[in-house]
């Protein structure tokens, strides 16, 4: 098909702070499991090009990628998205509109 995305290329929604927080949230516990990309992408069943994507930011992960990711760090969901949240908008006109709302880390 051409112009289609590919399921590796779709973000979702997703804008880039977002997609950063998210990735953040994949590598601070990777890193302390003092686990590479290339161990975790194996153990999680996720490529290591596709675990970059995510932990870099440059693309959103599907919710089974997500549950793997998060059973092989022994992390929650609730961890690993912890920062972005989604507001739905009230309009009437278009219910699936809505907007992420991403929560600063604090340092």
Same mark, same amino acid.
């Given at each position: 098909?051409?112009?289609?995305?590919?399921?590796?290329?779709?973000?979702?929604? @997703? *804008?880039?702070?977002? $997609?950063?927080?998210?990735?953040?949230?994949?590598?601070?516990?990777? /890193?302390? #499991?003092?686990?590479?990309?290339?161990?975790?992408?194996?153990?999680?069943?996720?490529?290591?090009?596709?675990?970059?994507?995510?932990?870099?930011?440059?693309?959103?992960?599907? @919710? *089974?990628?997500?549950? $793997?990711?998060?059973?092989?760090?022994?992390?929650?969901?609730?961890? /690993?998205? #912890?920062?972005?949240?989604?507001?739905?908008?009230?309009?009437?006109?278009?219910?699936?509109?809505?907007?992420?709302?991403?929560?600063?880390?604090?340092?």
């Amino acid at each position: 098909m051409v112009g289609a995305m590919s399921r590796d290329n779709r973000n979702w929604g @997703l *804008d880039l702070e977002a $997609r950063q927080r998210l990735g953040g949230n994949v590598i601070v516990p990777r /890193l302390r #499991a003092e686990m590479s990309r290339g161990e975790l992408g194996s153990r999680a069943a996720v490529s290591t090009r596709r675990l970059a994507q995510v932990e870099e930011g440059k693309a959103a992960a599907t @919710l *089974d990628v997500w549950v $793997r990711i998060a059973g092989t760090l022994d992390e929650s969901l609730d961890d /690993l998205l #912890a920062g972005v949240r989604w507001i739905p908008h009230q309009a009437q006109s278009n219910p699936d509109e809505g907007s992420y709302v991403v929560r600063r880390r604090r340092i």
